[in-house]
Nanobody
Framework: QVDLVESGGGLVKAGDSLRLSCAAS????????MGWFRQAPGRQREFVAG????????DYADSVKGRFIISRDGAANTVYLQMNSLQLGDTARYYC?????????????WGQGTLVTVDS
């Protein structure tokens, strides 16, 4: 069993920045490939960004490329999502997940999600 705990969501204005964090706990000594999905009201959950356990491979959804940056502290199994130039369309609940680094993967573990609301 792996537990994921997200933090950092909130209400911001369009154009603002926000940083999400997710800490994974589970099997001692394990290293996880991790990522972020999001789900807006009335829409399907979608891939946002992912990063391999060693940080070598990173992928982003086209909608966030150039604005969001995913990073990680591998030793601590913590992943971050720096969200810049936030837009109204970024409003969603953001979920941390394991073990997907791209949109072609189906996550095995999910966090409870953190809500990001972008207001004009």
């Amino acid at each position: 069993q792996v537990d994921l705990v997200e933090s950092g969501g909130g209400l911001v204005k369009a154009g603002d920045s926000l940083r999400l964090s997710c800490a994974a706990s589970g099997r001692p000594g394990s290293r996880y490939t991790m990522g972020w999905f999001r789900q807006a009201p009335g829409r399907q959950r979608e891939f946002v960004a992912g990063i391999t356990w060693d940080g070598v491979n990173i992928d982003y959804a086209d909608s966030v490329k150039g604005r969001f940056i995913i990073s990680r502290d591998g030793a601590a199994n913590t992943v971050y999502l720096q969200m810049n130039s936030l837009q109204l369309g970024d409003t969603a609940r953001y979920y941390c997940e394991i073990p997907c680094a791209n949109s072609r993967c189906l996550p095995t573990y999910w966090g409870q999600g953190t809500l990001v609301t972008v207001d004009s």
